[in-house]
C-alpha cells in the first residue's frame, strides 16, 4: 500500500517562498506519477505541479510557471515543490498524490494515493 505524507505548509507573506514536502513509499512499480494539487474554498481541485518516476515529464500549471519548481530525491523517497513569490491566489489546501496510471499525467482524477493535506496561506 502506497503512504503518501505531505510537509511543509503554513503562513507566508505576497512575494515570499515555501517549501513542501511530500514523501512517498510502498511503490510496488518503478513507473509512477508523483503530483502536487491544491484545492481553495469553493473551487475544484486543481494539479498545480507533476512529476513522473523517471524524472522526465514535468508538468505545471500555467497559474505556477516561472514560480513553483518541482523535485525528486529519488534516494530519500521525497517529492519537492519550491514555491516562489507566493500570491494570495495560491492559498489553498495542498496535497501530494501518487499513480501508477499512464496518459494525463496531472489530472486529479487519476490519482489513487492521497496525503492528508498542507495549508498554505499567503496573507498580508
Known amino acids: 500500500q502506497v503512504q503518501v505524507v505531505e510537509s511543509g505548509g503554513g503562513l507566508v507573506q505576497p512575494g515570499e517562498s515555501l517549501t513542501l514536502s511530500c514523501v512517498a513509499s510502498g511503490f510496488t512499480s518503478d513507473y509512477y506519477s508523483i503530483g502536487w494539487f491544491r484545492q481553495a474554498p469553493g473551487k475544484e481541485r486543481e494539479g498545480v505541479s507533476c512529476i513522473r518516476s523517471t524524472s522526465i515529464n514535468r508538468y505545471y500549471a500555467d497559474s505556477v510557471k516561472g514560480r513553483f519548481t518541482i523535485s525528486r530525491d529519488s534516494a530519500k523517497n521525497t517529492v519537492y515543490l519550491q514555491m516562489n513569490s507566493l500570491k494570495a491566489e495560491d492559498t489553498a489546501v495542498y496535497y501530494c498524490?501518487?499513480?501508477?496510471?499512464?496518459?494525463?499525467?496531472?489530472?486529479?482524477?487519476?490519482?489513487?494515493?492521497w496525503g492528508q493535506g498542507t495549508q498554505v496561506t499567503v496573507s498580508s
Open positions: 498524490a501518487t499513480s501508477y496510471r499512464r496518459g494525463n499525467l496531472c489530472l486529479y482524477l487519476t490519482y489513487d494515493y
